[in-house]
């Protein structure tokens, strides 16, 4: 579908306008040398008899840039996979394919972000498709896998031999660690992951390659808190001999059918050599100066993606890599596993429980259809009036705003709240949806407003070179 054109370009950036209704994050796409060409909507504006405005970033940087005045049209996402982890915030299912997950992914987030509870959402997954797997549990966390299927063996030790029987048998292995000091964990750790190793490469040689002669099936090792195993600095009580194991298995791994799933709370912490291997990434909520400086490097994480990550709910994360076409905004799926560990401490204590406050509109909803039918023409928007359609809800970041359903907030009004003193923000991620906040905005936001980008000189495409 034709969704607008190109009115400027620089470098992997440019302007455009824009004939259909859009939001911020939408993925495009133009066409040259007779390829479609992904880009990503970055910001959106109303401009005074000029409509619907916005910029937008290419994600392809070999790709030849579009011309001024080439079209833009609407990519329709479609998700081909094996394993369906969540949806998309417009209620897409993502589907993962296994193939990527053999050259390595990284998991990233702050603690009780969501990496776990991700993780378990993957091996649920292996475990309906029959992908044999290995879970390194530091923590103690996968342990009840075995409820879900009993094709998953929760174990604290094993003899190589067995491992491999069941890895045969496609099952996944979970071994529990928890309660073990750190260095008895790297020193199982490196015995697994160096007999494993070991074995595949024996395979592989011993088959000359023919993948029909193969003793042993590809297989994916799930390590928790992998900066324990492979740290950027080794401490003396650490084994080194896991930490060069890990790096060994992140570089030759992949093509002996082994591949990584590794999880870190702080990027800087887990070896250079680990995470450098690893062409996918699903990153939770982060915040940290360093660990944002690390996803920065990465080739397949784009600035945009970056802004994003640091206003991430809980439970959602952006996939980006060789897992998914385009970066992508991912909001997990529950778990069918029961939770291994409980985290309503208040409960523990014996405190009264609060009833959970979620951001959703609760009015009548043909009421509100009702009233905001209304045109500007008919009865003038301003801040008053929405207030007396909308409570004011205090949400986390943006403070106290009124919440407006994206299907009733119509695309002129954002200028026109915006002259009256107001800030218009697109959010979404909210458990209701997708919806637009509204605020007065603060004096330092009055003084410091930044204009959108002036595209009035732009009268013939040969105005750019």
Same mark, same amino acid.
């Given at each position: 579908m034709l969704v607008g054109r190109v009115l400027l370009v620089q470098g992997l950036s440019g302007q455009a306008e824009y004939t259909e209704k859009l939001?911020?994050?939408?993925?495009?796409?133009?066409?040259?040398?007779?390829?479609?060409?992904?880009?990503?909507?970055?910001?959106l504006s109303v401009l005074p008899l000029k409509g619907l405005h916005g910029t937008f970033k290419i994600l392809d940087s070999v790709a030849n840039p579009p011309k001024v005045w080439d079209n833009l049209y609407l990519f329709q996402r479609e998700f081909e996979g094996h394993l369906t982890v969540g949806v998309t915030?417009?209620?897409?299912?993502?589907?993962?394919?296994?193939?990527?997950?053999f050259r390595h992914v990284l998991v990233g987030g702050k603690t009780t972000a969501g990496k776990t509870h991700l993780q378990i959402v993957i091996h649920e997954e292996f475990l309906d498709c029959g992908v044999p797997s290995i879970v390194i549990d530091t923590q103690g966390e996968f342990i009840h896998l075995n409820q879900f299927n009993s094709a998953a063996i929760v174990v604290e030790d094993m003899r190589f031999s067995d491992l491999l029987s069941h890895l045969r048998a496609k099952h996944t292995v979970v071994f529990n660690l928890q309660g073990l000091s750190n260095q008895s964990k790297t020193r199982l750790c490196y015995e697994i992951l160096s007999e494993l190793l070991t074995a595949k490469e024996r395979d592989y040689k011993e088959a000359e390659n023919d993948l029909r002669l193969l003793q042993i099936p590809p297989v994916i090792v799930d390590i928790d808190e992998t900066e324990i195993y492979a740290? !950027?600095?080794?401490?003396?009580s650490m084994n080194k001999?896991? &930490? %060069?194991?890990?790096?060994?298995v992140a570089k030759r791994g992949g093509k002996v059918g082994l591949g990584l799933i590794v999880n870190s709370q702080r990027m800087p912490g887990l070896?250079?050599?680990?995470?450098?291997?690893?062409?996918?990434?699903?990153i939770f909520h982060i915040t940290d100066t360093g660990s944002r400086t690390v996803l920065s490097q990465l080739p397949y994480i784009t600035s945009f993606d970056l802004n994003r990550i640091k206003d991430?709910?809980?439970?959602?994360?952006?996939?980006?890599? !060789?897992?998914?076409?385009?970066?992508?905004?991912?909001?997990? &799926? %529950?778990?069918?596993?029961?939770?291994?560990?409980?985290l309503d401490f208040e409960g523990m204590l014996g405190l009264p429980q609060i009833p959970k406050q979620e951001l959703t509109v609760t009015d009548n909803e043909k009421e509100l259809e009702k009233a905001l039918s209304l045109t500007k023409d008919e009865k003038g928007i301003s801040y008053k009036y929405l207030r007396s359609l909308y409570p004011i809800r205090k949400v986390p970041i943006h403070g106290e705003c009124i919440?407006?359903?994206?299907?009733?907030?119509?695309?002129?009004w954002k200028n026109t709240l915006e002259i009256q003193g107001c800030k218009v923000i697109h959010c979404l991620d909210m458990p209701g949806g997708s919806v637009y906040l509204v605020r007065k905005k603060t004096a330092k936001e009055n003084t410091t407003e930044i204009q959108f980008p002036q595209t009035s000189t732009l009268i013939r495409g040969d105005a750019i070179q």
């Open positions: 939001s911020v994050g939408d993925f495009l796409y133009y066409q040259t040398d007779n390829k479609k060409v992904i880009c990503q909507v970055t910001s915030a417009k209620g897409e299912p993502v589907k993962f394919r296994v193939n990527p997950f740290p !950027e600095r080794t401490r003396r001999d896991c &930490r %060069d194991t890990l790096i060994d070896h250079y050599d680990v995470r450098s291997q690893c062409n996918s990434a699903l991430l709910p809980q439970g959602q994360c952006i996939a980006t890599g !060789e897992l998914v076409p385009h970066p992508l905004h991912i909001l997990v &799926r %529950d778990i069918k596993t029961p939770r291994a560990k409980n919440v407006i359903p994206e299907r009733y907030f119509k695309p002129d």
